[in-house]
């Protein structure tokens, strides 16, 4: 897994694991498509996807496409926007952390279009998304998995592309060497994945910033110490991750990772975003299985790194939530409980999803501008090692 310099510190993780409501249609009563292989219309957000749509004529609305969530979400503005069309009766979902999360109610949806697809007749849980903007800039929703159920998906990291098709994967087609097929078993696109010689069950979480993160962290052989790498920002909580060397090779089918960092995660095992950016995933919701292709067959290790601290991204500034004591940066003055709101001169607020990460690549070291007790104090940060 690599992880080079995680300046965003905080990243995305809309992940919804079921809902409560009774009567809630959570797939589409069909889908639509233009081609064959009919694309999605939409923008790249670092390796997330935003779906452009429009909803019953009216949008375009921005949506995360989100294979990790089991069902859809519009935020309560957006819903507010289609009046007519929602439910004011209440209803739990349950978050990424396991808590129960209540949604303000439900939105039926007739007709969702993106490019060449057409989503009919299905609902939206209702919830206030705000807290993501920083990240995604305005976020109208989130297309679960289940959006998509009844077709097969393909998310093309490499060419930047999601595309739509009604035809099946065929379990008996020949493999190729560098692709690996997998029976996911349930409605979220879970896998097992083998790490230092153990079956580990994953979930495939395109709404998930990291790269591989494990419930059971902890039980994993290690080769380092683990140190806190990363801050990611979930329905229901912010969680602080930690991260080491696994010590051992993990496989995912025929592909190897040569002693990747790994991650710790509270509530279930994923592989999220910088894992799944190495490759081509195609997911058929109907006969459940994942074909994944594209990608080298052994990956090598690499640093993970960031600039010394894990912050939580607002939208005016960053809360530096941790400091590693042996950085520079903590050298220089850093500081946990201090707000970033500018780097290298520009405001925080002004940065766009790809914007902050160039400008600290175009740069070392890194000038952060801190407000501390009313003051705006300059910070000099270096690149640090989370994991050699």
Same mark, same amino acid.
């Given at each position: 897994m690599t992880r080079s310099l995680l300046i965003l510190l905080c990243v995305g993780n809309v992940t919804l694991c079921s809902c409560s409501q009774q009567g809630f249609k959570w797939h589409p009563s069909a889908i639509r498509l233009q081609t064959s292989g009919a694309a999605v219309d939409g923008e790249w957000c670092r390796n997330y996807f935003i779906v452009l749509a429009t909803i019953d004529g009216q949008g375009p609305f921005r949506l995360l496409l989100d294979t990790g969530a089991a069902i859809s979400l519009l935020d309560d503005d957006a819903a507010t926007q289609l009046g007519s069309r929602v439910s004011g009766s209440a209803l739990n979902m349950t978050g990424g952390g396991g808590a129960s999360v209540a949604a303000a109610g439900q939105v039926r949806i007739g007709r969702l279009v993106?490019?060449?697809?057409?989503?009919?007749?299905?609902?939206m849980a209702i919830h206030d998304l705000a807290r993501f903007e920083p990240f995604f800039g305005t976020l109208d929703g989130v297309l679960g998995h289940s959006a998509f159920n009844g077709s097969t998906f393909t998310i093309d990291y490499p060419s930047r592309?999601?595309?739509v098709t009604n035809e099946a994967l065929d379990p008996d087609a020949p493999r190729q060497e560098n692709?690996?097929?997998?029976?996911?078993?349930?409605? /979220?696109?879970?896998i097992v994945? &083998?790490?230092? @010689?153990?079956?580990?069950?994953?979930?495939?979480?395109?709404?998930?910033?990291?790269g591989f993160d494990f419930r059971m962290f902890d039980e994993l052989p290690r080769s380092d110490k683990d140190r806190p790498s990363h801050a990611s920002l979930a329905l229901d909580r912010l969680v602080v991750s930690r991260a080491a060397r696994l010590n051992g090779e993990l496989r995912i089918g025929p592909i190897v990772f040569d002693a990747p960092a790994i991650g710790s995660e509270p509530s279930s095992s994923k592989l999220g975003t910088q894992v799944m950016s190495k490759f081509r995933w195609t997911?058929?919701? /109907?006969?459940?299985?994942?074909? &994944?292709?594209? @990608?080298p067959k052994r990956i090598a290790p690499h640093p993970v790194t960031n600039l010394g601290f894990v912050g939580s991204r607002k939208l005016n500034a960053i809360q530096v939530v941790h400091v590693a004591q042996d950085s520079v940066t903590y050298a220089?003055?850093?500081?946990?409980?201090?707000q970033v709101v500018a780097i290298n001169g520009v405001a925080v607020e002004q940065?766009?999803?790809?914007?902050m990460r160039r400008a600290i690549e175009r740069a070392t070291?890194?000038?952060?501008?801190?407000?501390r007790d009313g003051e705006h104090i300059p910070v000099e940060a270096q690149p640090y090692t989370v994991v050699p």
């Open positions: 993106s490019g060449a697809v057409t989503l009919l007749d299905f609902d592309t999601v595309t692709e690996a097929w997998f029976e996911t078993g349930s409605a /979220r696109p879970h994945v &083998i790490v230092a @010689g153990r079956p580990v069950r994953v979930l495939v979480d395109s709404g998930s910033g990291g997911f058929d919701t /109907r006969t459940k299985l994942i074909r &994944i292709d594209g @990608g220089n003055g850093l500081r946990q409980g201090d940065f766009s999803c790809e914007g070291p890194v000038v952060l501008t801190i407000q």
